[in-house]
T-cell receptor, first 114, second 110 residues
Framework: DVKVTQSSRYLVKRTGEKVFLECVQD?????MFWYRQDPGLGLRLIYF???????EKGDIPEGYSVSREKKERFSLILESASTNQTSMYLC?????????????FGPGTRLTVT | TQLLEQSPQFLSIQEGENLTVYCNSS?????LQWYRQEPGEGPVLLVT?????EVKKLKRLTFQFGDARKDSSLHITAAQPGDTGLYLC??????????FGAGTRLFVKA
């Protein structure tokens, strides 16, 4: 079974703090993704990476950055946390190839910025 | 902008009832996935459909991909409380990005 783990299930940070969210997958997947999930808005893509050191902006990259130094690890960084970044953050990975890009998700990190 | 619209947004039914959830778009997808998400957890993949008109069954769940590959439906027969969760459809057009619907929140009462 594919396993995607995220460093924290719950996180509380103060406005202006730098926040690191870590994601690790154990299936040698090429693609990794960071989403945020908000009620009524569904999943919105923040950034994705299709290879080590490669990154592409998603639909809502403002206020975020990412790092992928190793294939299995994809980090999301909030440079200066703000209250509007309070959300559920989901990491996912997928295998590149075939007609489908089935994504495997981690359990999520619920971040609260106060 | 590509959009995937799911309906209904919320569904509350009694155990044993049947239900259908719809996922519609104006875009053509090379594949479409259905996920189920329980509170406090990440989405879990249920099925992938890739061929227009394709029907897949997973126990009491039946998934159908529209002939034109723009829409899909999920039908649950004899719903059980364990089916409670958020059902998400997601479409891929062949690139790296996947478009997610906002989800249908299902609550099955015992």
């Amino acid at each position: 079974d594919v396993k995607v783990t995220q460093s924290s299930r719950y996180l509380v940070k103060r406005t202006g703090e730098k926040v690191f969210l870590e994601c690790v997958q154990d299936m040698d997947h090429e693609n990794m993704f960071w989403y945020r999930q908000d009620p009524g808005l569904g999943l919105r893509l923040i950034y994705f990476s299709y290879d080590v050191k490669m990154k592409e902006k998603g639909d809502i990259p403002e206020g975020y950055s990412v790092s992928r130094e190793k294939k299995e690890r994809f980090s999301l960084i909030l440079e200066s946390a703000s209250t509007n970044q309070t959300s559920m953050y989901l990491c996912a990975s997928s295998f590149m190839g075939g007609p489908s890009y089935e994504q495997y998700f981690g359990p999520g990190t619920r971040l609260t910025v106060t | 902008t590509q959009l995937l619209e799911q309906s209904p947004q919320f569904l509350s039914i009694q155990e044993g009832e049947n239900l259908t959830v719809y996922c519609n778009s104006s875009s053509v997808f090379s594949s479409l996935q259905w996920y189920r998400q329980e509170p406090g957890e990440g989405p879990v993949l249920l099925v992938t459909v890739v061929t227009g008109g394709e029907v897949k069954k997973l126990k009491r769940l039946t998934f159908q991909f529209g002939d034109a590959r723009k829409d899909s439906s999920l039908h649950i027969t004899a719903a059980q409380p364990g089916d409670t969760g958020l059902y998400l459809c997601a479409g891929n057009t062949g690139g790296f990005k996947t478009i997610f619907g906002a989800g249908t929140r299902l609550f099955v009462k015992a």
